[in-house]
């Protein structure tokens, strides 16, 4: 807090605002305390310094300004939003102002008004006021300090720059201030200048000084420059830096500390310059020092053996979870059988022949391959025996005799996971679209149609026959004569259980999960993995019941108790559902406050989707918006950050807090809540909500003065009715709580003044959606679902041209989708009967890249085409089906028998089957007509056959 220089003054008998005369000397000494006591957090003695001013000197600005500061502080921000806090925040405000017109050439009372706009997170006002003071003291350090934290937490990158320069400029001698400008130079994408001050900072230390010894900071310090250097770049010589970096890592070797981070920054750099028999040593170096489980080192090693490219390097090294370089495109047959010999179990290395000095070292053959065997060195690591089956062919018999061996080990040790950790090797090719080999890539085969078909599902699935069938007779494995306790059957039964889900064959998987109930009734993960098989077989209220009868077996197991509460949940038990979850959350009655509290974004999505299944819109509005929320709170912690990791040489992790707080917008649970709220608010302007009497007016059709002053009558009688309320609880509940100590103890939750949502109803829902729809494709380009509510809300708003590039985008993601199938004929339809024409530029560009997207068809040739393909395509997805039957009814193209044929024909073999599919095929079969009738029960039949736990189709 920047405080002003105020001494006495013989002329200052009534030295008021805004007159440039200091106070006396007694007042200018309380004044100091103000400042000194609101630093430490101590309000209460603050406030009554600054009472004391006001006393005598009752327009003050400056005192003003700090007292409602204090008091604003004492109201709890913005996270606090009792009646009590709001008034308190108001007075403040009211003062701050006050103070502000009393003195407005004070730089305290402008500093003043900024910090009170940071404290409602009102960024852009807050940045406003401080530049304002630096007007009037252009060298106050904590101003400026204050306004680098905004800057950059806004994103305000060459203002960060340009500010810590500033502060730079007033102190050179900070080590601070010179890590904090050249860190800015660096996010403004400059480097080199970012190299340059950090040379002129290390120019400035005397020799011996602590940066140029081994230790944390100077470590830290040390290894960032290296990740600024690899940034470098030239033109035509984009590894020049790369060059550098790997130099400046051995001129820094013996200031490290952090030695791992060394070895992979080193790892990196000797890839993308391809020299690789150096990186094999180094990837050698890092699994000695304990990195054999981290797959990422793998694929460095698997690039430095097969000597890939750059760009696959640089792919691989990006590659989460368990992906290496086998799992990220095909092996060549020569590529396969470097890393078979590199990964393969065998015996000859076991003897250490090939090892020296506790290290092995390459031998190579005529035609350079590697010798150097992980299993014979590291024959504990559990990765590396994982790794080496995704290597080997699913059709060779030597993956058939691999995964037997490895299935077998994990059945004996009874591990529940092994059916998820198999499922991961469902790999199928997929081409990019362009030709060339290397743009081919692997993706998982997640859909029941494709994994059988996937051969490592099939060997699978005879391997655990066999053990199941010989188990049961001889207790011992094929071709084995060693015995084995009765777990393993069960364990074997528990993964043929867990094939049936994945293929989608829910009947034959309760069957054989049921025996493993009767077996070991006490068995947690057998009642979990019946409660799937029941909910994707359709039967959801069962699944509950299951997945809950699992749970009493274990009420300290909090993972089973919170799979209950969201299966509880889907099937619309809400009050079961908190209930369960009370359990492990602490609560005065209410665990939804609580786990608001605690920012349980999963609960909150799932109570949100259950209160949109019941059609209670504007109480599911209310809780995907708590979810965004939770996301903003996320976005708002790196504030504190900012100075911390400076002052602390965090550099490297605050590069990655940075960039990673740019992506948060991206991530799957905002970007489900965010979709949900589109799709709501596209709902309720489809079918707009009447409003009964007895609920809040339309505010749609008031003026802005009605609306404002009907919301406040609602309010005010929402208050009032949640008073009685809260006051009628509290007698109920006098008689559980009857100490002074619980009382204590119980934490006081605001009221939510809007827990239906009626409030967000009443919003422009074109305004709302546009808002969400814009940050998803922003932030999350690569969905599909991003641009297809893109399009979704521009048709709506009659932007064509945005609905036309959302369609583009679409095609780019998924050619074969059938949201854009749906679209693109909705387009067509759309554009047919648009009476208005735009501006010329705008039809022609709509008519040149539509008829792409037509494939230069006709719009009755389009769906004749997809008709054809999905008619002679068996595993055309029943989604795609449902479309194009729709598609053909309105556009009046071939027989509404043709149309249903597309469905019925299918059998249900094809991808994109579920329940709701089905239903949704189900509802298209009764809009066609009354002559369904027939068609409808055939379709209902074969849905019954494949789930035969659905209920109420």
Known sequence: MSSNKSGSSDN???????QGRPLPKKEADLFKNVVKFYESKQYKKGLKNAETILKRFPNHGETLCMKGLIINSLGGGDRQKDE????????AI?????????????????????????????????????????????????ILRDLSLLQIQMRDLMGFRETRLKILTLRPNSKVHWLSYALGVHVCGDPEGAIGVLDSYVG?????????????????????????????REVGNELVGVKKALEHLEEIRDVVV??????????????????????????????QRGCTED?????????????????????????????????????????????????????????????????PYDVHDGEGATKKNLAARFPRSAAIKRIYLTLLSPSSEQFRTSIDKYCQRQLIKGVPSLGSDLSAMYLVEKSNGNVGYDRIHYVLATDPADVKLHPVYQQLVQLTDSYIHSLSSQNTFPNDSTEHPPSTLLWAWYLRSILHEQAAEYANGITLINKCIEHTPTGVDFYELKARLLEAGGDIQQAADVVDAGRDLDHQDRYINNQTTKTLLRAGREEDAKKRIAMFAIHEGDPEQNLYDMQCTWFELELADSCRRKGQLGRSLRKYMSVVKHYEDYHEDQFDFHAYCIRKVTLRTYCELLKFEDEIWGLPFYGHAAEEIVKIYLHILDTPIQSNDDDEPDYSKMTSAERKKAKNIARKKKKSQEKSDINGCKKSEDSSKPTDDNRKKGKRHPVNEDPNGLELIALDPTTEAKKFAAILVRHAPKNISSWALQYDVSIRRGKMLMALQALCKIKHIDGNSHQLFARTVDFSLKLASTATKGHPTSEMVISTEFSKLLNNQSLEGYIQ????????????????????????????????????????????????????????ALQFIESVGPDSAGLKEQWKM??????????DL
Not at 12 to 18: E, T, V, W
Not at 94 to 122: E, F, P
Not at 209 to 225: I, N, V
């Open 204 to 232: 400035t230390l005397e020799e011996g000084s602590t940066e140029f010894c081994r230790g944390f900071e100077s470590s830290e310090l040390a290894l960032y420059k290296n990740r600024v250097l690899s940034e470098i």
């Open 258 to 287: 952090d030695r791992t981070g060394w070895l992979q920054a080193k790892l990196s750099y000797q890839l993308q310059l391809g020299m690789f028999c150096e990186a094999r040593d180094t990837c050698f170096l890092l699994f």
């Open 94 to 142: 009211d003062l701050v102002k006050r103070g502000l017109m009393m003195d407005m050439r004070s730089h305290v009372c402008w500093h003043v008004y900024g910090l009170l706009y940071r404290s409602t997170r009102d960024y852009p006002e807050a940045i406003k006021a401080y530049k304002q003071a630096l007007r009037i003291d252009p060298e106050n350090l904590q």
């Open 12 to 18: 200052a008998n009534n030295p008021q605002s805004g």
């Open 942 to 951: 074969l849905v019954t056959a494949k789930f035969p736990f659905v209920k």
């Open 865 to 920: 085409s997809a008709f054809k393909t999905v008619k002679a395509v068996p595993m055309s997805s029943l989604p795609l089906r449902v479309e194009v039957a729709k598609a053909m009814v309105s556009a009046h193209i071939g027989t509404s028998d043709d149309a249903l044929s597309l469905i019925l024909d299918s059998e249900l073999v094809g991808r994109g089957v579920t329940v709701n599919s089905c239903r949704e």
């Open 84 to 91: 009590a806090a709001l008034d308190r925040r108001q007075e």
């Open 295 to 359: 797959h990422r080192v793998h694929g460095a090693y698997m690039c430095a053996l097969v000597n890939c490219d750059r760009d696959t390097c640089v792919q691989v090294q990006k590659l989460r979870g368990t992906g290496t370089l086998a799992t990220l495109r095909p092996l060549t047959d020569t590529e396969r059988k470097i890393l078979i010999d590199a990964y393969e179990d065998s015996a000859k290395d076991c003897d250490g022949s090939h090892i020296q000095n506790g290290a």
